[in-house]
């Protein structure tokens, strides 16, 4: 399923500029598309637009070539998936029910669980090693836990395009690479895949096209090789960098260099802090 959006633009109610300001994409079928850019410039809006969740100003969104307004809900639910950056747990639920919820959309009208429903949660469980969770209490488990869990919900859904904000903010190095690799593997057997990163590296090492975002508009779009130059990278994020080939994984790597600011905790008057007791 192919993502397009044509000058997009989004502003939030009583902000005096655009989150998204005129952003052109085009997400291709069963890729995997990182989006980059630093704090607050537009990824999550762009993803909520490209799902529906804001309203744009002005531009176009399609999703497999149809235009989001036409898609029916329910038929939308079930082709396309998302994991937001945030999500509160309100409610005291199992793991397992949580995750079989990504099956919703595919229910029955009387709602019950088919045997396919039961083995899709039970291969998302186990693809995101949380079936040992399984009877545990969402409200209960620890950051990298619950965001393996909502991953797992997402994957149940089995939809034919993701779209995952920041999924791996909270996991260790394993789970991690399990994770991007897992998803890896999902595009290259069809599905489309839109990952939000801050992680330059691993983005450069598994996608195969990246976006650059920078106060809303789209500084750079291409293969992480193209889209990985010092210059460009320093402008947007203001700090310097150097990029060069990892020689083990042959894609590029970001090395940010000291920066001119916060070298110092220590008072400006020159005081050194107190001594700790
Ligand atoms: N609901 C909202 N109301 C008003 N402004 C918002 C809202 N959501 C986001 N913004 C603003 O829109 C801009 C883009 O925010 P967005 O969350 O898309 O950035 P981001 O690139 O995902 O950032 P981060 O890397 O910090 O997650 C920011 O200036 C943010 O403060």
Redesign the pocket.
Known sequence: MTFRARELTVR????DRP??DCVDLVVPEASFYAVL??????????M?ALLGAVKPETGTVRIADRPLADWDRRALARHVGGVP?MESMPFPVSVRDLVAMGRYPHLGALGAERPDDRTAVTHALEHCEVSHLAERDVQTLSGGELQRVRIARALAQQPRALAL??PTASLDIRHEMAILQLLRGAADEGMTVLL?T?HLDLAARFADRILL?DR?RVVAEGPPEEVYDAATLEAVYRWPVDVRVDPTTRSPRVIPLAGPVNRSVAPRDGHPPEPRP
């Open positions: 939030y109610p009583g902000s989150a998204l850019g630093p704090n607050g410039s537009g990824k999550s809006t762009l909520r950056q904000d920041e939000i801050h975002l809303g």
